[in-house]
């Protein structure tokens, strides 16, 4: 699977380190011993009995991401437990598989039909403990890419395999719906996220070239798709969404791409500057993205906007959840950190005695999960496996 083999490239870079950064250890901290300071200790999950793992995603209590099994025969998508500490083999729909989402008793991901054929998107109900083929649109093969309360969204091919629509899955019917296009059935879509009753996510457009894409957001309770237009140039995306904020990327007038946010109450879109060019995410009114170096946050009701973190290297934001921000700054290799975008607070989170660390999801709580690099077996390297972690917050003073 493409994703998986990507995930497990980089963790294979991260075993040759060179240049400094953050000290490895049990806890890490932003500021210190000073009361009212937020300390994160580590907490390895392990693996399904091969040498490494890694964690995607976390709600509640539930841990999810993918492992090898004994041996480093195959490898597999894993639930993990946070109260038991117990990591549960989720199985395949036929080889392989890795768990990417996680909402309620249910996680999602996306599984390999055999070593060399198409990939189907999966639902595992924790309470049942069944694993279920979501299916396609007729066509070979699905791609899972958000999940929020019952619906699961991605995109799939239609039958032929020539044609790719968006898609939305309810966890609670069993039912998948083709969002089509806004270019109509013979058209091209993608879905990148669903919030609530909306989807959004990239589309063709009628009587352009296929490359040219617009964002769109689709209404589940109504069936209706939008399209959200640009910021006077010819294309652009919708990559995240959050109540009735839809935020992405644009070209403008003068063809430069930037960043945007889209109201879908009253229609407006706000040019949100070279700075979030790339990786838009949205949770309430706050932005982040980047712009292929520096990452930023924006409250878009305030208007304040901020740099997050040090400023070296390369930082890139995984996820936003209310304020807290989690991601890796490349600096120059991968270091996990946790980031407040209301006060400020910028965290290195440690690795498992290794060098390198990457992180993922934060629940409700601020739990974060992601994965870390074990020692080194000897002097030659500056990481050993790297293991599915989370990285559990405390007060001090």
């Keep these: 699977m493409r994703i998986r083999s990507r995930a497990w490239s980089l963790v294979a870079a991260g075993l040759l380190v060179v240049g400094a950064g953050p000290a490895s250890g049990a806890e890490t901290s932003s500021a210190g011993p000073a009361a009212g300071s937020v300390q994160y200790a580590v907490q390895d999950l392990g693996t399904l009995g091969g040498t490494r793992s890694k964690a995607n995603a976390i709600d509640g209590n539930t841990v999810a991401g993918s492992s090898l099994t004994k041996g480093d025969a195959a490898e597999h998508a894993f639930a993990y437990d946070l109260r038991s500490r117990t990591m549960t083999d989720l199985g395949t729909l036929g080889h392989s598989s890795e768990a990417t989402g996680v909402a309620g008793d249910f996680v999602v991901g996306e599984s390999d039909l055999t070593a060399d054929g198409p990939t189907h998107g999966f639902a595992y109900d924790m309470r049942t403990r069944r694993l279920v083929d979501i299916g396609t649109l007729g066509g070979s093969r699905t791609d899972v890419t958000g999940v929020n309360g019952d619906m699961v969204v991605g995109s799939s091919t239609l039958p032929g395999d020539l044609v790719t629509h968006a898609f939305a899955y309810s966890l609670r019917t069993r039912t998948m719906t083709d969002l089509g296009s806004l270019a109509g059935p013979s058209g091209d879509s993608t879905a990148a996220a ?85 990786d838009q995410l949205i949770s309430g009114s706050t932005v982040a993205g980047g712009d292929g170096l520096l990452a930023s946050s924006l409250d878009l009701v305030t208007h304040a906007s901020a740099v997050i973190g040090s400023g070296r290297g390369v930082t890139e934001v ?76 405390r007060t001090v003073g």
């Design 194 to 278: 669903v919030s609530g009753v909306t989807v959004v996510g990239s589309s063709s457009l009628p009587d352009t070239p296929a490359a040219t894409r617009h964002g769109f957001a689709y209404n589940l309770r109504n069936r209706t798709m939008t399209d959200l237009g640009t910021l006077g140039g010819g294309s652009s995306t919708a990559n995240s969404v959050s109540g009735s904020t839809v935020v992405g990327q644009s070209r403008t007038a003068d063809n430069r791409l930037t960043g945007y946010a889209y109201d879908l109450r009253t229609g407006d879109r706000t040019d949100l500057g070279s700075h979030f060019l790339k």
């Design 318 to 393: 995984r996820q936003i959840s209310g304020n807290l921000m989690v991601g890796d700054n490349f600096a120059p290799n991968s270091f996990a950190f946790a980031a407040r975008a209301d006060t400020g607070d910028f965290t290195y989170l440690a690795s498992l005695g290794g060098r390198n660390s990457s992180a993922r999801q934060a629940n409700r709580n601020g739990v974060v999960a992601g994965s870390a690099a074990l020692a080194p077996a000897g002097p030659t390297n500056a990481n050993g496996p790297f293991h599915a972690v989370v990285w559990v917050p």
